[in-house]
């Protein structure tokens, strides 16, 4: 089992940055992706940043190439979600996830991921 526990989300106003924290913990090994997702009232959980920890190939949603970047410390067994230039389209309860995924075309598919953290809300305001 892995646990996943999210920090770092509150409300900012646009054109502002927040850094969100995954800090993992229990069976790691199990973690070899790592992702971030959102969902915002009334739409479905969106991926928006991965990270394949073996070679630290990221990966990310077309909107937020150029702002958020992800990244990991692996002597914390933390995943960081670097967020800039934030608008209010970005608002939305963030998710850590993790796990394995067979083919990284699929790392967007929620279903892919076996663990989730229990989410962080970040709201921007224009």
């Known amino acids: 089992q892995v646990q996943l526990v999210e920090s770092g989300g509150g409300s900012v106003q646009a054109g502002g940055s927040l850094r969100l924290s995954c800090a993992a913990s229990?069976?790691?090994?199990?973690?070899?992706?790592m992702a971030w997702f959102r969902q915002a009232p009334g739409l479905a959980r969106e991926g928006v940043a991965a990270?394949?920890?073996?070679?630290?190939?990221?990966y990310y949603v077309d909107s937020v190439k150029g702002r958020f970047t992800i990244s990991r410390d692996n002597a914390k067994n933390t995943v960081y979600l670097q967020m800039n230039s934030l608008n209010a389209e970005d608002t939305a309860m963030y998710y850590c996830?993790?796990?394995?995924?067979?083919?990284?075309?699929?790392?967007?598919?929620?279903?892919?991921?076996?663990?989730w953290g229990q989410g962080t809300q970040v709201t921007v305001s224009s």
């Open positions: 996830s993790a796990g394995r995924i067979r083919y990284d075309v699929r790392w967007r598919e929620p279903n892919e991921y076996n663990y």
């Open positions: 229990g069976y790691t090994f199990d973690t070899t992706w």
């Open positions: 990270l394949y920890t073996p070679g630290g190939r990221t």
